[in-house]
């Protein structure tokens, strides 16, 4: 199976609205990733090859000002541990990199120790929590990588 990645067509949000549901992050559907297409400051890259899904993986991040803000990053239950989010993540560094940004910065769900190993392993730092960010009630953690 090839695990190509490129930047996210019109075409893949049903797959990519899709992946995100059964991950548990149901914020966007299909109609929300399209309008994300739209946006200037928005990249947005898939990653193909899934069997369930047509998209084996994806990440959505913005870059504001001297910042990159990664919105969500995505793999499939069945291809984990496996490098995709790696293979995002470096994309993602590569463009903070072109544009010189100073920081990238995330919020992650406090619970979620597969995100939150996954950013340490890639130097972020915890800069602060917010008390039940997210509508379940839980704690976000405000994490942060600075570019040297
Ligand atoms: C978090 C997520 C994107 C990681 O994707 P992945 O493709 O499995 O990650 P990779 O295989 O590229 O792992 C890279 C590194 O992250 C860390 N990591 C990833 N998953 C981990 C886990 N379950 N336990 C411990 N470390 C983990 C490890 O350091 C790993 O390197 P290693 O495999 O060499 O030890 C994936 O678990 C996922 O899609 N989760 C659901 C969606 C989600 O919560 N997204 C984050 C929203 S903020």
Redesign the pocket.
Known sequence: MSHALRPMRAEDAEAVAALSAD?G?ARWDAEAFRRELLLPHARLRVIEGGASFAVA?FAVWWHVVDEIHLL????AAD????????ALMDSMLDDARSVAARAIE?E??AG????I??YV?YGFETLGRRKRYYADGEDALLMEHVLK
């Open positions: 991950a992050a993986a969500n990053i995505v793999v291809l984990r541990r496996s490098g995709l989010a790696r995330l992650v769900r979620n120790a597969s995100a190993a996954l392993a």
